[in-house]
């Protein structure tokens, strides 16, 4: 069965700081991956998305991400982590097994120290 | 604003009742997707709309129901409520609905069923 899996459920990292944050899938084909931002009391916004060609995905807000088949990974990275992206992140798979749906890691919430 | 509006935003109510949540999606867009966002289940896929027409269904209880209308309008029924049932419910839209495209997500309705 198609799953995702974060395995940092809280992350802290100083300001200006890099920010990596995983994201584990297990899907039988090329999957579509995206990763989404929740500030709080919002709803979530798409940072980035693949679903083919190159591997090194840029987003909004500084984010990139990277496909990587090979370890089943898309991890999303930023060089400087400003407060403003103190939020919760999700990654996300699109699968096309059966009738198409989206399915959600349980997400990362990132905290950022001044 | 990500152009896709909810109500109402907040809703209390008992168990065993039955509660109908709106969405409008963003001008032009078709397809319109509903989640539900609680603190044990995570952010799951209940179901997706295409044009008035059912797409895909994820992990929609029976007690749930809902439909697009012609104006594209949906509506995410809710009845004999239970306490379980009680979460942040969000509706998204995107143009097409296919599987890369950009889902916008509105602010959610939170529900509390006491």
């Known amino acids: 069965a198609q799953s995702v899996t974060q395995p940092d459920i809280h992350i802290t990292v100083s300001e200006g700081a890099s920010l990596e944050l995983r994201c584990n899938y297990s899907y039988g084909a090329t999957p579509y991956l995206f990763w989404y931002v929740q500030s709080p009391g919002q709803g979530l916004q798409l940072l980035l998305k693949?679903?083919?060609?190159?591997?090194l995905v840029q987003g909004i807000k500084g984010f990139e991400a990277e496909f990587k088949r090979s370890q089943s990974s898309f991890n999303l990275r930023k060089p400087s982590v400003h407060w403003s992206d103190a939020a919760e992140y999700f990654c996300a798979v699109g699968s096309t097994s059966g009738t198409y749906k989206y399915i959600f890691g349980t997400g990362t919430r990132l905290k950022v120290l001044a | 604003d990500s152009g896709v509006t909810q109500t109402p935003k907040h809703l209390i109510t008992a168990t065993g009742q039955r509660v109908t949540l709106r969405c409008s999606p963003r001008s032009g867009d078709l397809s319109v997707y509903w989640y539900q966002q609680s603190l044990d289940q995570g952010l799951q896929f209940l179901i997706q709309y295409y044009n008035g027409e059912e797409r895909a269904k994820g992990n929609i209880l029976e007690r749930f129901s809902a439909q697009q209308f012609p104006d594209l309008h949906s509506e995410l029924n809710l009845s004999s409520l239970e306490l379980g049932d009680s979460a942040l419910y969000f509706c998204a839209s995107s143009v097409a609905g296919g599987p890369v495209d950009t889902q916008y997500f509105g602010p959610g309705t939170r529900l509390t069923v006491l």
């Open positions: 693949y679903f083919s060609g190159d591997t």
